[in-house]
């Protein structure tokens, strides 16, 4: 069974920087697509970012393009969102999920797997 561990959330000033590392131990990740996915207080699930299982493929959401990246490394069975120049807004539960398929549709359904989620919060 995939068990995926999330970490790195934390509090962080408007335009700081956080790393988020999604993990599977003792899993090998490389079969499937990651995404991630936030939640802020009172609103709705969204997208953020997705990669495909060899990284070749990635998409961001409008809100995050050019302040996030995300990455795998296989190897390490570990991707990562690299997060720079955070706002307020970017405050949520940000939660990684494994896909057998690459999708940039962000539907929760076609997530099998779904870590605990880490928190971010922006705030100064």
């Known amino acids: 069974q995939l068990q995926l561990v999330e970490s790195g959330g934390g509090l962080v000033q408007p335009g700081g920087s956080l790393r988020l590392s999604c993990a599977a131990p003792g899993f090998p990740l490389d079969y499937f697509a990651i995404a991630w996915f936030r939640q802020a207080p009172g609103k709705e699930r969204e997208g953020v970012s997705c990669?495909?299982?060899?990284?070749?493929?990635?998409n961001y959401a409008d809100s995050v393009k050019g302040r996030f990246t995300i990455t795998r490394d296989n190897a390490k069975n570990t991707v990562y969102l690299q997060m720079n120049s955070l706002k307020p807004e970017d405050t949520a539960i940000y939660y990684c999920?494994?896909?057998?398929?690459?999708?940039?549709?962000?539907?929760?359904?076609?997530?099998?797997?779904w870590g605990q989620g880490t928190q971010v919060t922006v705030s100064s």
């Open positions: 999920a494994a896909a057998p398929h690459y999708s940039a549709n962000y539907y929760s359904w076609e997530y099998d797997y």
């Open positions: 990669i495909s299982s060899s990284g070749g493929s990635t």
